[in-house]
């Protein structure tokens, strides 16, 4: 028998023991006997916690912390370690493994931008048997899948997970949801097919129609979206209704009583401010897109040409070059889904000043004691520069825009600059279904200010890769015939947007990849963007007919500056196929408005554009509450679909034109 004395020393020796053992077990760094209370939901430790876990657990738990690791990998961006663990788990998993291995498999194809069988395994996943948590990570890998392409399954994405969200992400949800609905073309609106108990969907999809019904009328827009609200009161947009229409709901009308027009009236810019002021006079006596006018008989005589090189005014000049004869170009409507009525001819009063007479801040002094309620203009980059640190509180539609504009409450920024002709082109060409593009831009600052609106502009579309090609002068273009003619081959297009953008699941971001490795093309070449000349474009295009087949022949889209006058049959036959945007007014919306202008310019039409954007100066100052205080509120120009953007500037949407069998006719 052992005696007390050494039972009470075993004891007080064990004691110790005990207590650290408990202490380690309560330690997080050590294993748990068992993984969280459920892999369904949420799980915020870092990857290399799970690992361990993973390492020193036993055989019943090691295949649920090998699902939280390979989360933790997707959410940490640590990717091909997360195939790797999803490719070695086991086959014998319970069905509620077997269910978040699916969604697991799904978000990784998403953040490894396999977008297409992302879709299929998202929609495979029994969304019944899912936990809350595991709803939330479903949708926004849907949300994710469609990158941000309006869809109705994106839609149905954003209104499915609006009950699970609280707080700014449940505003954000509707706002997102919005946004969506907008972006939807009336062929996706024509073919939609909805369930009967889909009521919020049917609800968004009224409150859209509301919208695009009234949007040109703010004061009937307002009536809508209340009745709207009575109707559906248990839709959640009716209880919180997306930012952009509570702002119509808080909308001002301003004041157009009296315009001060802000142009250089002296020294090299003297031509383009003339062409802007007659095309504002115009629109202000009711000269319209749309009007009939008297068309005076043309004036060809070449000697009588206005000389104006489109690179000056800082830039606000599109970089075209003199268009075609306006007999050769079929008669097309204008563009915009949402046409406006113009303004009246007996407007605000309009009074001109010229801002080379004295410093910017002093014309706007002048300007407001004049009684000015709305400034149109200035015209040159740098005094539009100066409006940042120039305070004034009058509304100011400047003709032109800085290279980072900031969002004031009174300013709207409008330019026709070969930036802005360049993004109009990347939407163009996304629609056409292409996804290879080559851009063949001339050498130097121009060419990479071309380069880096289309590249930035291609990637919010949701593109990859934009090469780069420069070119030279037309008699460098002729020695390259001899030489192997062009390559459908390229640089990367060195822009600021990443190549790669991060993706976001479940509120987590997985971040995108080192920026340093260069994204694939994952191809060929599929589409040219040429800016060039006229004859330069006689070159360049008969060069890539010669060293593409028929099967790898890429699709050829142009700028407006290779659109001139002077262009006979022979050229326009050697164009087959080609596309090119131009304004409506250029591109046949009202041949007596076009053939009318062109004689007043001598055919010059760097000089036309101008004029025409006089004219759509007019429209937008009667027009600037909305344009300013309602996103994606449209105009038909007469320089195209005007929008206002983020930070109030006006983009265009061109018109696009196609040679075909000797002729120039509306694309496709």
């Known amino acids: 028998m052992l005696s007390s004395t050494f039972l009470r020393t075993k004891a007080g020796r064990l004691v110790p023991v005990v207590l650290a053992a408990l202490l380690l077990a309560g330690c997080p760094s050590q294993v748990p006997q068992t ?30 912390w090998q699902l939280l690791a390979i989360r933790a990998l997707t959410r940490e961006g640590k990717l091909p370690q997360a195939n790797e663990q999803l490719s070695t788990l086991p086959q014998n998993l319970t ?20 977008l297409g069988p992302a879709r299929d395994a998202l929609n495979k996943i029994d969304s019944s048997a899912l936990s809350p948590n595991q709803l939330v990570r479903l949708y926004q890998a849907q949300i994710a899948a469609n990158q941000g392409q309006a869809s109705l399954p994106l839609i149905r994405a954003y209104i499915a997970q609006e009950p699970l969200l609280s707080g700014q992400a449940h505003q954000d949800n509707l706002d997102k949801t919005w946004q969506t609905l907008l972006g ?24 859209l129609r509301v919208y695009q019904d009234n949007r040109q009328d703010p004061d009937l827009l307002k009536a809508g979206i209340k009745d709207w609200q009575n109707r559906y009161p248990q839709n959640p947009a009716a209880k919180s209704l997306p930012a952009q229409l509570n702002q119509v709901l808080n909308f001002t009308q301003a004041s157009t009583a009296h315009i001060a027009l802000l142009l250089p009236l002296n020294g090299q810019a003297k031509v383009f401010a003339d062409a802007i002021q007659q095309g504002f006079n115009a629109a202000q006596s009711g000269i319209t897109l749309a009007a009939p006018v008297q068309t005076p008989q043309p004036t060809n005589d070449p000697d009588q040409t206005v000389a104006a090189t489109p690179d000056n005014a800082n830039g606000a000049v599109s970089t075209s070059a003199p268009a075609a004869d306006a007999t050769q170009v079929a008669a097309v409507e204008p563009t915009a889904p949402v046409p406006v009525a113009p303004a009246p001819a007996t407007g605000g009063q309009v009074k001109v000043y010229d801002t080379t007479s004295q410093p910017l801040p002093a014309l706007l002094a002048q300007a407001q004691q004049d009684g000015a309620t709305l400034i149109v203009g200035p015209l040159l980059k740098n005094e539009v520069d100066q409006l940042a640190t120039t305070p ?7 003709l032109n825009q800085p290279e980072q504009p900031k969002d004031s409450p009174n300013i709207c920024y409008f330019a026709l600059s ?11 060409i996304w629609e056409q279904q292409k996804r ?8 130097g600052a121009f060419g990479d200010r071309i380069a880096k609106a289309f590249a930035e502009e291609w990637q919010k579309l949701g593109g990859q890769t934009v090469l780069q090609q420069g070119i030279g002068s037309a008699g460098e273009l002729r020695q390259m015939v001899n030489s192997g003619g062009i390559r459908m081959s390229g640089t990367p297009v060195a822009s600021q947007a990443p190549a790669q953008q991060s993706v976001t699941i479940a509120g ?45 022949k890429p699709a050829m889209f142009a700028s407006s500056r290779s659109y001139q006058a002077g262009a006979g049959p022979d050229f326009r036959l050697e164009m087959e196929g080609l596309q090119f945007s131009d304004i409506p007014l250029l591109a046949g919306a009202n041949p007596q408005l076009q053939q009318q202008a062109t004689a007043k310019f001598r055919n010059d039409y760097s000089l036309v554009r101008l004029y025409a954007m006089g004219m759509d100066d007019w429209t937008l100052a009667n027009h600037f509450a909305q344009m300013r205080q309602l996103p994606g509120f449209q105009i038909s120009g007469t320089t195209g679909v005007l929008t206002s953007s983020p930070n109030c500037v006006i983009t265009r949407k061109l018109t696009w034109l196609q040679y075909r069998q000797g002729s120039v006719v509306p694309a496709s």
Do not use: C, F
């Open 436 to 443: 290879q593009p080559l851009l063949l831009l001339p050498r």
């Open 508 to 552: 987590l971001t997985i971040p995108a990849p080192p920026s340093d490795i260069p994204a694939s093309t994952g191809g060929g070449v599929d589409s040219v963007y040429i800016v060039a000349t006229q004859s330069q474009l006689t070159l360049i295009k008969p060069m890539i007919d010669m060293t593409t087949s028929s099967r790898s």
């Open 35 to 64: 993984p969280p209370s459920n892999i369904q939901d949420e799980a915020s430790a870092n990857s290399d916690y799970y690992l361990q876990q993973l390492q020193q657990s036993s055989d019943d738990n090691k295949a649920d």
């Open 392 to 398: 004034t509180t009058l509304n100011v539609l400047a």
């Open 418 to 428: 070969p930036e802005d002709e360049a993004r109009d082109a990347a939407r163009h």
């Open 184 to 207: 939807l073309k009336q062929a996706d609106m024509n073919s939609l097919v909805i369930n009967a108990n889909e009521n919020v969907l049917q609800g968004w999809l009224d409150l």
């Open 95 to 114: 069905d509620t493994q077997q269910l978040e291995r699916q969604l697991l498999s799904a978000e990784l194809q998403v953040a490894n931008k396999n």
